[in-house]
């Protein structure tokens, strides 16, 4: 017989297996949860640990060099010491910048700027370059600040040898500029950036509690990027750049640019613009990157008379027109549409040589009206301008020619002297090189060749030149162009090259005021040129915009630039003469006495596009450069001590003749409301006899 259980011990059991039973479950529990971690997450959670304990950051690549056809370097990297922070971290920007400032001895409130303008965008790297190239004693200064935003790395430093030299083809990368830390900001750097940086490679960065940095190693070996030969050569270009400068300065210019070419490859041996920069030199925030347009790329302007060429080259081509055919100029008047035209010289009959070398509008009108609308347009486009050149620089203009079914009933006047339409200094390079080269529309590269580490060279591969002329065409426009030099009534009478025979085209076109809706009294000077007329293998194209007075007109203010760096090119390339050696003696001596002979005669030609009232101007939309004008020349003798002809422009009838009347001029009125344009330019020393003609618009 059994005993009876005792309860208690019935219960004290029960307890037991309950609490054996949620021990064993939470057993269970931990010993799933061990397994979940080390087995099922072990990578994760490893991942998340060493994430804890260090970090791959991008290891750049060395970026490739860049160089002149010399070989001469242009743009190099070279191993260096920075000082980064990060701006996120920084609890107060200018104690901060205070801080560094004392030490890296650099400028406060700048440093601030640039911590606060890097804290603040989007597009941050996660680190600001303070300082590029530390010395060891300040970094060692830095790390005994013992700050956890501020940190010393090894890296490259992209420096310019050259300094400004060729700066807008070269171009520069940013640093401290949030977003561009390295990276390709202009010229070629930017746009050849990936084949120039190469590829990034990883370094793993092992770092404290705090994720302060105490060591690193390479996780993935970057790919060096590839060198780059640029057509520039660095004589030409330090030629170029000082001959604009004293062309931009001496005639109260607002910029300029200078195209220096080979016209049979389309090499550009130099490629300046004034004002320039140095790439050496940081940009910090708030600051104004004064100086890096590249105008002669990205700055489209009506060229004026130099756009001759064009318009004669079709004459050629599609006309009966010769260079002794003989263009009626009516005594320098044309009527069309209600509106009058002179020219400043009374001409009467001129050949079509003529026309060119007097650069007579007139004569360019009629002209044109014998090509006609149909073909003119053929043949603006035939020389390519409204297309861009394809140039290896970022942001080219295309410039701009208004579709034929666009056309204003003027159009066809104002297109044939060079207004209605726009180009870029490197267009009217390409245009003057389809004379020059036989015909042929060539594309202008300032990049020879790229080559990777321990590669062959890869020479850049262009399009195939398309013809635009017929080889007797050219051969007359270059004779043509060679008598607007050497012709005593040629507008570019004054330019010589010693030793060489060289053919050209001025231009001048009066700058449209958007905002006012009138022209201004400045111009955009124009010339291009070749030499050896006779076989070219040198062309430059001159262009400096916003001048003042007669003599920033297109001859004598772009010409002596021309000259200045034709002659450099000719004998730095030795390329030979074509004027015999005892001519080219004779020449050398009376050089120079026609130079002082020429700032001693009052007498001079100069050209004038200044008959604002035919052209229709472009929009703002059509034409973001305030760029405009019409077409006129003007010459006669001046007195140097004759008081100066009065500005008109903005007056009302009666006020433009209470004040002739008070100077002794003589004015023919044209139009009504008030004063738009005049010719001669206010300012111009005024002919006994002389009478101004002014235009009136509403």
């Not at 406060?108 to 190239?133: C, M, N």
Request: proline fraction near 6%.
């Amino acid at each position: 017989m059994e005993k009876p259980r005792d309860p208690a011990l019935s219960k004290s059991i029960e307890r037991l297996l309950i609490v054996g039973l949620i021990l064993s479950g939470w057993a269970l529990i931990v010993l799933f949860r061990l397994f979940q971690l080390q087995i099922l997450a072990h990578d994760r959670y490893s991942k998340f640990a060493a994430g804890q304990q260090e970090r791959l950051e991008p290891l750049d690549a060395p970026r490739g060099a860049i160089l002149d056809r010399n070989g001469n370097y242009l743009a190099i990297s070279s191993p260096s010491r920075f000082v980064v922070v990060d701006p996120e971290r920084i609890p107060d920007k200018a104690t901060a910048a205070a801080l560094l400032a004392r030490v890296l001895e650099v400028d406060a409130q700048k440093l601030q700027a640039d911590l606060e303008t890097a804290a603040a965008s989007r597009y941050r790297r996660g680190y600001l370059v303070v300082d590029p190239h530390v010395s060891e004693e300040k970094a060692e200064a830095v790390r005994g600040m013992k700050l956890d935003w501020v940190e010393i790395r090894q890296g490259r430093l992209r420096s310019y040898p050259n300094g400004q030299l060729a700066a807008h083809v070269i171009g520069n990368v940013g640093w401290g500029n949030t977003g561009t830390d390295g990276k390709g900001a202009a010229g070629v750097e930017l746009k050849l950036d990936k084949e120039l940086a190469g590829t990034p490679g990883l370094v793993r960065v092992q770092v404290d509690v705090r994720q302060r940095p105490y060591a690193s190693e390479v996780a993935k070996a970057p790919v060096v990027g590839k060198n780059v030969g640029l057509t520039i050569d660095s004589e030409v270009q330090q030629a170029a750049e000082e001959a604009l400068r004293t062309a931009v300065v001496k005639n109260h210019g607002d910029h300029g640019s200078i195209v220096a070419m080979d016209p049979r490859t389309g090499e550009v041996l130099a490629l300046a613009n004034y004002p320039t920069y140095n790439p050496n030199e940081r940009l910090h925030a708030g600051e104004t990157p004064d100086g890096r347009e590249d105008f002669a790329v990205i700055a489209p302007y009506e060229p004026g008379s130099v756009f001759k060429v064009i318009t004669l080259s079709a004459a050629l081509e599609t006309t009966r027109l010769r260079p002794e055919t003989m263009i009626r100029c009516a005594g320098g008047v044309i009527t069309l549409f209600g509106r009058t035209i002179h020219d400043a010289e009374g001409h009467g009959d001129l050949s079509m040589e003529d026309v060119l070398a007097r650069s007579s509008n007139v004569g360019a009108i009629r002209i044109g009206m014998e090509v006609g609308a149909q073909n003119l347009y053929k043949y603006v486009r035939k020389f390519g301008i409204g297309t861009r050149t394809g140039i290896e620089l970022p942001a080219e203009a295309p410039g701009l020619i208004r579709r034929l079914s666009r056309w204003q009933a003027t159009s066809l006047a104002s297109v044939a002297f060079g207004h209605e339409v726009s180009v870029t200094t490197v267009q009217l390079a390409r245009m003057g090189a389809v004379i020059a080269n036989g015909g042929f529309l060539i594309y202008p590269h300032v990049v020879a060749w790229k080559q990777a580490p321990g590669g062959p060279k890869d020479m850049t591969k262009l399009p195939e030149p398309v013809q635009v002329l017929k080889p007797e065409t050219v051969s007359t426009m270059r004779r043509m162009m060679e008598r607007v030099v050497t012709s005593p009534h040629g507008t570019a009478h004054r330019l010589h090259l010693v030793g060489y025979t060289l053919a050209g085209k001025t231009g001048t076109a009066q700058i449209f005021d958007f905002a006012h809706h009138i022209y201004t009294h400045k111009y955009n000077a124009s010339f291009v040129g070749f030499a050896p007329a006779t076989n070219p293998s040198i062309l430059v194209a001159v262009t400096v915009a916003g001048t003042t007075g007669t003599a920033g007109f297109g001859s004598p203010a772009a010409g002596p630039a021309f000259q200045e760096v034709a002659t450099a090119a000719l004998r730095m390339r030795e390329v030979p003469r074509d004027v015999p050696e005892e001519i080219a003696g004779l020449e050398e001596k009376e050089l120079a006495q026609k130079e002082k002979a020429r700032k001693e005669k009052a007498a001079e030609t100069q050209e004038l596009d200044a008959v604002a009232a035919l052209s229709t101007p472009f929009t703002e939309e059509e034409l973001r450069e305030a760029t405009g004008g019409a077409s006129e020349e003007q010459a006669g003798v001046r007195d140097a001590d004759a008081p100066r002809m009065p500005d008109f422009v903005g007056k009302t009838v009666r006020g433009v003749v209470e004040e002739a009347a008070q100077t002794g001029v003589e004015v023919d009125m044209l139009g009504d409301g008030l004063a738009r344009a005049q010719s001669p330019a206010p300012g111009a020393r005024i002919v006994r006899g002389e009478r101004v003609r002014v235009r009136f618009m509403r």
